[in-house]
């Protein structure tokens, strides 16, 4: 370890040097990503300076201890005990801090919810989690904008996408992609018995221009008529936009908004992000393996956190958490759950498991 952090420490020092370079400070793209790597390594090497700091008080208390008598002795004892305990701990903070880097991390954030399995009650609930995540972006003071959305018949949601945009979005919804499932009595059971459903939820990092390169040629467009409620514009002008991915396939189409132009924006936001999506998942494993991991089949078996409303119950089935306060975690009490992912997560990178492990 002691190698490696000299090694970030040299680094470092370059990092700095280079914020200086006029180069480098008229050049946005590469002043970005010095200044993002300056971020990432000032915590690493201030540890690493209290580490050594630690480190040399233990070397000269362990020397002068033998030559020590009376309170002396105490004294030096004392500062042994004291150096150890901070070398302990700074150890352990350097093992945080040395842990790979969510590439993601300051990132904007797409969601994309859809009922599943469980007709019309799944679209509710889609709706459901919709509100909920607005409450839980609000509590963290981070901004919604709705790309896209298809009401279902009951005002429920067959399809509602968003982008959560704020520094700390990803760190927040990560976690949130999976089947979601539900226990409740519905809207359209007249015997009162409780039904299970499900509502599925991606989660996709926002995916900047200099991270995806589309070439226009690559690019089916079509437009046409907008369906559904919207105004004059909306349902009597071809401003619905569809644009398909040549090479990949990917579709996505928008037709909230009155015009071609802010329509195709908002699909290429959404097809960028896919897209990078895509290429994640491919470096880590295969794209069909890792989409499951988080959509799976849609089902009601395949779930990553269950909500049961007649036990006021939410359990994240991840990590074995069960809370009994459902009404606050759907009006955006969510930091309960997160953090022990996100505890978990780290407990995991710690110990050199995958996630599957």
Do not use: C
């Amino acid at each position: 370890m002691l190698e490696r952090l000299q090694g970030l420490e040299e680094e470092y020092q370059t990092v700095l040097r280079r914020l200086s370079d006029p180069a480098v400070l008229t050049d946005q793209a590469t002043l970005r990503e010095v200044s993002r790597r300056h971020k990432a390594l000032e915590p690493i090497v201030a540890a690493y300076h209290s580490y050594r700091r630690a480190l040399d008080d233990l070397a000269t208390a362990k020397e002068m201890l033998p030559d020590a008598e009376g309170e002396d002795r105490e004294m030096l004892r004392a500062e042994v005990d004291g150096a150890e305990a901070r070398i302990a701990a700074v150890e352990e903070e350097l093992k945080a801090l040395l842990l790979p880097k969510d590439a993601n991390d300051g990132k904007n954030v797409i969601l994309e919810i859809r009922g599943a399995e469980g007709g019309e009650e799944a679209n509710l609930f889609a709706k459901v989690l919709f509100e909920m995540y607005l409450h839980y972006a609000e509590r963290h003071n981070l901004k919604i904008e709705i790309l896209g959305s298809d009401p279902s018949d009951m005002g429920g949601f067959n399809e509602v996408t968003f982008m959560v945009k704020g520094k700390t979005a990803w760190s927040h919804f990560k976690y949130e992609g999976g089947p979601h499932r539900v226990q409740r009595v519905p809207v359209t059971e007249s015997q009162g018995r409780i039904h299970t459903s499900a509502a599925t939820v991606t989660v996709l990092p926002e995916a900047e221009e200099i991270d995806v390169h589309i070439e226009e040629k690559d690019l089916k467009i079509d437009v046409y008529r907008s369906t559904g409620p919207g105004g004059q514009s909306v349902n009597t002008t071809d401003s619905a936009v569809r644009i398909t991915h040549l090479p990949t396939g990917v579709v996505v189409a928008m037709q909230d908004e009155k015009s071609q132009i802010q329509n195709r924006a908002k699909a290429m936001v959404v097809l960028r992000a896919r897209l990078l999506k895509a290429e994640q998942d491919r470096q880590a494993a295969s794209l069909s393996e890792t989409r499951r991991s988080q959509i799976g089949g849609g089902g009601r078996s395949e779930k990553i956190r269950t909500y049961n409303f007649k036990e006021n119950r939410v359990t994240d089935h991840r990590i074995g958490l069960t809370l009994h306060k459902l009404d606050r975690v759907l009006l955006g009490d969510l930091d309960e759950i997160v953090d022990a992912l996100g505890a978990a997560e780290r407990a995991r990178q710690l110990s050199g498991r995958t996630a599957d492990a």
